[in-house]
């Protein structure tokens, strides 16, 4: 008889030890997560910005049948062509006539340069910024969104955003691949 007394008065200290280290910790997280939900509710909710989807049931259309270039962009893009000495394979953004993507088979946009990729690359956006319709001011406010290099091939390969104010553009992304040697090897 006394062994199942001391039995049962040792599995109800145990139980008391668990509930007591069990027990705040249940309380507090929960009064936690009300604490911190509690301004999440209160906050007022502001005016949702209206949108208006321009890209068309199946997406951005392609190529120039929707809008074409410009004869100052078609001229820039002549341009840089007898610069480089190669002929250039252009892809157009059918809704604003702007390359979506631009390279040669043949050869580099650009001559070699020893300046950092970044430089490079905000360098020829600034000189050849007719062919995208940028002014300086579309150029100087590109903000460097994200940088990688790729050792195997070695390219560095950079991403620019634009903004209006100082939110970013949807889709308004200029990205330029610059190799070792401080070439550009294309920009999409």
């Given at each position: 008889m006394?062994?199942?007394?001391?039995?049962?008065?040792?599995v109800?200290?145990i139980?008391?030890?668990a509930?007591?280290v069990?027990?705040?910790?249940?309380?507090?997280?929960?009064?936690?997560?009300?604490?911190?939900?509690?301004?999440?509710?209160?906050?007022p909710?502001?005016?949702?910005?209206?949108?208006?989807?321009?890209?068309?049931p199946?997406?951005?259309p392609?190529?120039?049948?929707?809008?074409?270039?410009t004869?100052a962009?078609?001229?820039?893009l002549?341009?840089?062509q007898?610069?480089?000495?190669?002929?250039?394979?252009?892809?157009?953004?059918?809704?604003?006539?702007?390359?979506?993507?631009?390279?040669?088979?043949?050869g580099?946009?650009?001559?070699?340069?020893?300046?950092?990729?970044?430089?490079?690359?905000?360098?020829?956006?600034?000189?050849?910024?007719?062919?995208?319709?940028?002014?300086?001011?579309?150029?100087?406010?590109?903000?460097?969104?994200?940088?990688?290099?790729?050792?195997?091939?070695?390219?560095?390969?950079?991403?620019?955003?634009q903004?209006?104010?100082e939110?970013?553009?949807?889709?308004?992304?200029?990205m330029?691949?610059?190799?070792?040697?401080g070439?550009?090897?294309?920009v999409g």
């Open positions: 006394y062994q199942q007394a001391h039995k049962i008065s040792r109800l200290w139980a008391l030890l509930l007591a069990i027990a705040p910790v249940v309380f507090v997280s929960s009064a936690a997560a009300k604490r911190t939900a509690a301004p999440l509710a209160e906050e909710q502001g005016q949702l910005p209206t949108t208006f989807d321009v890209r068309g199946d997406g951005v392609r190529g120039t049948l929707l809008r074409a270039p004869a962009q078609l001229k820039a002549n341009s840089l007898g610069v480089i000495g190669a002929s250039l394979r252009v892809r157009y953004n059918g809704l604003t006539a702007t390359p979506s993507h631009i390279y040669s088979l043949t580099y946009l650009s001559a070699p340069a020893s300046d950092p990729p970044d430089v490079i690359a905000r360098n020829f956006l600034s000189r050849w910024k007719g062919i995208f319709r940028f002014s300086q001011d579309d150029v100087d406010g590109l903000r460097l969104k994200s940088r990688a290099f790729v050792p195997d091939l070695g390219a560095t390969i950079l991403v620019f955003e903004q209006a104010g939110l970013p553009v949807y889709h308004g992304e200029v330029v691949n610059v190799n070792r040697a070439q550009i090897i294309d």
